[in-house]
C-alpha cells in the first residue's frame, strides 16, 4: 500500500515566503501548524473545463477528495518554481506548459498552515495521472459550482475557488 513519506523534509516560511527552518512532513502535518510552502497549478483545457484530480484513499490529508489539478509540496532546497515542474510532471506526466502566476495565500486546517502558490495554464495535450492520484478528469464550471459545499472537494479546494473567483469564470 502506498503512504506518505513522514520522513520527507519540508522549508518552513514566514507569510512572505522567506525560510526561517526545515521540519518534516510528519511534524508539519501533526497539528504543529507549522508554515510550509506547497504549490497549485489549475489546468484548463481550451474550452474552459478544469482538470481535477482524486486523491487517493492512502493520502493522510483529505483521501478520496477531488482537488486541485496539481498540488504539491515544496522539498527542502527547492524553489517554487522547481517544485512545481517536478509535481506536475510526477501528477499529471505533462513537461510542456506555460504556468501564470494567480497568487498566494495562508491556507489553514486542524492539522496544517501552508503557504500556497497558485497557478494556471491552459492545456490541451495528453494527461498521465500517476499512481500518486486515482485519476482525474475534467470538470465543466457548472459541473464544479454544481458540487460546492457538498463534501466532494477538498476545503483547500473550494477555499482557493472562494478567494479567487476569476477562475472560475
Known amino acids: 500500500m502506498n503512504h506518505d513519506n513522514n520522513q520527507e523534509m519540508f522549508p518552513l ?3 512572505q515566503g522567506n525560510i526561517t527552518g526545515a521540519a518534516t512532513r510528519g511534524e508539519c502535518h501533526n497539528g504543529s501548524k507549522m508554515l510550509h510552502p506547497v504549490i497549485h497549478l489549475h489546468v484548463f483545457n481550451s474550452k474552459g473545463e478544469l482538470y481535477l484530480q482524486k486523491r487517493p484513499e492512502w493520502k493522510d490529508i483529505q483521501p ?41 495565500y495562508v491556507f489553514e486546517s486542524a492539522r496544517e498552515r501552508e503557504l500556497v502558490f ?25 459541473e464544479i459550482k454544481e458540487n460546492m459545499g457538498k ?16 477562475l472560475l469564470k
Open 64 to 104: 478520496g477528495k477531488w482537488d486541485t489539478s496539481v498540488g504539491g509540496h515544496v522539498d527542502l532546497g527547492e524553489s517554487v518554481e522547481m517544485a512545481l515542474k517536478r509535481e506536475v510532471r510526477e501528477e499529471l506526466g505533462i513537461t510542456d506548459f506555460t504556468p501564470e502566476t494567480v497568487m498566494h
Open 151 to 166: 463534501d466532494v472537494f477538498t476545503p483547500n479546494f473550494e477555499e482557493e475557488i472562494e478567494k479567487v473567483p476569476t
Open 118 to 142: 497558485v497557478h494556471k495554464t491552459v492545456y490541451d495535450g495528453e494527461i498521465r495521472p500517476s499512481d500518486e492520484l486515482d485519476g482525474g478528469r475534467f470538470w465543466s464550471i457548472d
Open 13 to 15: 516560511v514566514d507569510e
